[in-house]
């Protein structure tokens, strides 16, 4: 009965979040955030991976594992860090703007991420990241 419920529940959130897909208010964005914080964790392995893979240097391998694990779905927790990840990997590469673009999606999911002090002193995207933040 109550594993009955439980799906019912989850049933309709999924109908209300597909019938608000449209609409772009706040109160609607942070309904959806939360919808996908519990539901939506099918990247998770995809993440592992793009970490290891950016850890042993393989970039390119790092980018495309962590964009699927963004379209898989990850906590909002995870996506910033993918989307991290996905900005030291662009900045790296010398493309500016998409660095920029990566930094700025993940600081809309949490305004307040904050660089560790080694990746802040970065030559390289310590100086993006500042300026994204200071831009908001």
Known sequence: MVANRARILCLL??????????????????????????????????????????DDGHYAQSARSLQLALEQGLSNADRVKAHKYLAFINCAD???????????????????????????GHPVWGPVFRSVKGGR
């Not at 991976?49 to 950016?54: A, I, N, S, T, V």
């Not at 010398?94 to 990566?102: A, F, K, L, S, T």
């Open 94 to 120: 010398g493309r500016v703007g998409p660095c920029r673009d990566e930094f700025r999606a993940a600081l809309e999911i949490d305004p307040s991420m904050q660089l560790a002090p080694a990746e802040a």
């Open 13 to 54: 959130a999924a109908a209300v979040m597909l019938l608000l897909a449209g609409c772009q208010s706040e109160p609607v964005r942070e309904l959806q955030r939360t919808f996908n914080d519990l539901f939506a964790h099918k990247g998770e392995a995809a993440l592992a991976k793009g970490l290891r893979d950016y």
